[in-house]
């Protein structure tokens, strides 16, 4: 049986799911350039995310099909993602990550892995070339490098905005002014290294810390490779915010984002309250809901920037 869909699979994770499952979906009319994730659950019917829809096709997940896409996305080689799979989730070739849920082996109160796999969700990466350019224009293009905090919901693009705020800044060597940026990329959503090659653009001054904590990390990093910029997604313990102060002492400038929903919400957390106390970031950027929404942005004093 063949693939309707095969000759457009190439570099896409719908080649690791089984052919018949691809072939359901070419037979539903899903494009899937549109697709954004694939979740297949153990007894339930599978499910794609596709233009904004939640897509079912009528056959369900089961413990074959589970285990036959992480054979394909490992290459047979799942016990060299043992690792991985203790973050409850693998990254495969072009940055796409495949999450799991399943049984959890606890070892030294510690997790060791995830056995018996009951549902896998393979989340589409994608690069959008100029999702900071309101970012670039009205903050970096009058203010030059400053401390910038991006404030989003879960899903409303926060990384994609943070990832090409990251690449515009330090692409520009091409106009013979450059800026070095180093990246703690803790959950390797900024980068998605793949065998040590970034599969995302981050821009061609960019270094790249992967799979290391913020706190560590932003030590590390200032000490070794003397950044201009430095970069994390999704700060907001104690920790994190202590690092940040420490990078701010050095001299160095921040982009960080943070999980919110507005920026009032995210003020009244007292974990983080000395961010907004002691002044951290010069500008505050929040997503909205609808990817075509221009964001909301925000000077040290909370002010509109238009």
Same mark, same amino acid.
């Given at each position: ?13 719908? &080649? ?6 691809? *072939? ?8 899937? %350039? ?21 897509? &079912? ?38 940055? /796409? ?14 997790? $060791? *892995? @995830? $056995?018996?796999?009951?549902? !896998? ?16 224009? $009205? ?5 030059? @490098? !400053?401390?910038?905090? @991006? @404030? ?40 998605? #290294? ?15 810390? %992967? ?12 000490? *070794? ?6 970069? !994390? %997604? ?5 920790? +994190? ?13 921040? &982009?960080?984002?943070? /999980? ?19 002044? #951290? &970031? +010069? ?8 990817? +075509?929404?221009?964001? !909301?942005?925000? +000077? ?7």
């Amino acid at each position: 049986m063949e693939s309707k869909i095969s000759e457009k699979v190439m570099n896409n994770p719908v &080649f690791i799911l089984p052919l018949e499952i691809q *072939t359901s979906i070419g037979e539903k009319g899903i494009d899937i %350039d549109d697709i954004r994730e694939i979740r297949v659950r153990n007894g339930s019917r599978i499910a794609i995310i596709a233009s904004g829809r939640e897509l &079912f096709l009528e056959e369900k997940g089961n413990v074959k099909i589970i285990n036959s896409i992480l054979e394909n996305a490992t290459g047979h080689s799942m016990y060299a993602y043992e690792e991985a799979l203790r973050n409850g989730y693998i990254t495969i070739k072009g940055g /796409h990550r495949i999450g799991v849920a399943g049984q959890v082996v606890i070892e030294n109160e510690k997790v $060791k *892995t @995830i $056995k018996n796999i009951s549902s !896998v969700n393979i989340r589409f990466a994608r690069q959008v070339y100029g999702a900071a350019e309101a970012v670039i224009k $009205k903050v970096i293009g009058r203010k030059g @490098i !400053v401390n910038i905090l @991006i @404030i989003s919901p879960p899903g409303y693009g926060k990384t994609t905005l943070l990832r090409d705020l990251i690449r515009q800044v330090s692409g520009r060597e091409k106009n013979e002014h450059y800026t070095n940026v180093s990246v703690i990329d803790e959950r390797g959503e900024l980068a998605a #290294m793949y065998k040590g090659v970034p599969q995302n653009d981050l821009g061609s001054c960019t270094d790249i810390l %992967d799979g290391c904590s913020k706190r560590e990390g932003m030590m590390m990093l200032i000490r *070794t490779m003397t950044p201009d910029v430095l970069c !994390v %997604d999704e700060i907001g313990l104690a920790d +994190d915010v202590e690092a940040l102060r420490y990078v701010l002492n050095c001299g160095c400038n921040i &982009f960080a984002s943070i /999980h919110g929903t507005s920026l009032e919400e995210v003020i009244k957390r007292p974990v983080i309250e000395s961010i907004f106390v002691e002044k #951290m &970031f +010069d500008v505050y950027v929040v997503l909205r809901k609808k990817a +075509d929404d221009a964001p !909301v942005i925000y +000077d040290e004093k909370f002010h509109l920037i238009g």
